[in-house]
């Protein structure tokens, strides 16, 4: 069973900045992608960053490019989201996810259906 923990949410003002880890366990973590998602109240969850199981290759939003990003230390089986400039839309619950195809080399990573573990997520609030 694969187990995903996510940490580093909280409050901060509009314009500053947080680092969100997610420490994974329970399968062979440098052979899969990973993502971040986010959840704000009364929306639907929505793609925010991947990135592959080699760390190669990133993807992200629009409405994050340039602001945020995404790295992995797999001898250390975390994914980090480094988010700077953050703003008010940036609020909202944030879950990692593990890809369900190892060693995947596409770049589809945009849609839920292609990660089979969450983590429970981590509250980002923004003040403006």
């Known amino acids: 069973q694969v187990q995903l923990v996510e940490s580093g949410g909280g409050l901060v003002q509009a314009g500053g900045s947080l680092r969100l880890s997610c420490a994974a366990s329970?399968?062979?973590?440098?052979?899969?992608?990973m993502g971040w998602f986010r959840q704000a109240p009364g929306k639907e969850r929505e793609f925010v960053a991947a990135?592959?199981?080699?760390?190669?290759?990133?993807y992200y939003t629009d409405s994050v490019k340039g602001r945020f990003t995404i790295s992995r230390d797999n001898a250390r089986n975390t994914v980090y989201l480094q988010m700077n400039s953050l703003k008010s839309e940036d609020m909202a619950v944030y879950y990692c996810?593990?890809?369900?195809?190892?060693?995947?080399?596409?770049?589809?990573?945009?849609?839920?259906?292609?990660?089979?573990?969450w983590g429970q997520g981590t509250q980002v609030t923004v003040s403006s």
């Open positions: 329970g399968r062979t973590f440098s052979r899969y992608g």
């Open positions: 996810a593990a890809d369900s195809r190892p060693y995947y080399s596409g770049s589809a990573y945009s849609s839920e259906v292609e990660y089979d573990y």
């Open positions: 990135i592959s199981w080699s760390g190669g290759m990133t």
